[in-house]
């Protein structure tokens, strides 16, 4: 995203500042060490100050480096294991894509590639379809991309006052960087998948560094929060057979969506503040118009930052009133068990439709 002029850095401090349910100033003597002491901390200057958490810091040189693309370590011999145990089932027929789509490739879209055509029915067979909508009537399969953001906790004191969950798609470095945020997801209720390690366009990756991406993003949540996720979206939507099959291989579920409020597109001449704004309220209206009575739906939004965040509060109420149901994309898909780990699980779509539970039970860490 461009500067924000001064204007909108008022606007968004106004409204960051409206978020903020917790009464208690926040002191110096902030616990920094806890998902609950960090997650008491008011002042979003505070939230971004790095901190030391040595359950993830001690094994980091068993990660690549933060923010680089990923590739198997020399030293991983359980990295190594787990390719070389799907790697012959991995399509070497589909090759490395480009970024845009080089204007040679097959117009029929052999590969299913969602960025050029926005498939999300594999033509290879044995793979799932992606989840792009809510399967349910008149659902909204709420979640939000790129986190955990280090200062989300306005936020995610909102969604905690409104009793709402959500589905929160983590980056591994993100969850390197910010450990602490990342069990609050978890603590608050809400469901957890893989967003990579660093955030590529996953076709243009080999097989082998798609696979790291998706692998060690899956290990990062599993040291830093307790679970391994078992559902995955892809950076940018960016997926084709190749990169599905291996996400399938490790127990990944596709989600993607249907629309899309370009709330972390920004650019200052093709899309605006005011573009996200229409985004959302055209959403609304055809969820309105009674677009989704048969089948739900699902709309791509971002933690990225405190736009994005405080975008999703201003249009909460409005998504509250045109969806009978705003829930996790997994209690949608009536999920309980979202990750590899059996302690820990979701209630049914059933369940969820009344009102919604506070706080699940925590994990030991």
Known sequence: MQSLSVYRLHKLLVVVGLLHVRVNAQTSTADRTTETGEAAI???????SPY???PVVNQLSAFPSIWEAASILSDDSAAQAKWDSISANIPSNISVKTQPPASNYS?????????????????????PV?????????TLGYGFDDGPNCSHNAFYDFLLSQNQ?????????????????AQRALADGHEICAHTWSHPYMTTFSSEAAFAELWYSMQMIKLAVGVTPTCWRPPYGDVDDRIRSIANALGLQTIMWGYDSEDADINGQSITDQTVVTNYNNFITTASNGTFNFTGAIILTHELNNFTMSEAVQFYSQLKSSFQHIVPV??????T??????N????????????????FEELEF
């Open 42 to 48: 008011t002042d979003p200057n505070e939230e971004c």
């Open 52 to 54: 030391s958490y040595p």
């Open 107 to 127: 117009s029929d879209d052999p590969d299913c590639w969602w960025t050029y055509s926005l498939c999300t029915e594999p033509k290879l067979s044995g793979l």
């Open 130 to 138: 992606d989840i792009s909508a809510a399967p349910e009537p008149s």
């Open 165 to 181: 969950k959500a589905t929160f798609y983590y980056i591994g470095s993100n969850v390197a960087d910010w450990p602490l945020e």
């Open 330 to 335: 997994g209690v949608s898909l009536n999920k």
């Open 337 to 342: 068990q979202p990750y590899v780990e059996t």
């Open 344 to 359: 820990y699980s979701l209630p049914t779509f059933e369940q969820c439709k009344c009102p919604l539970r506070s706080r």
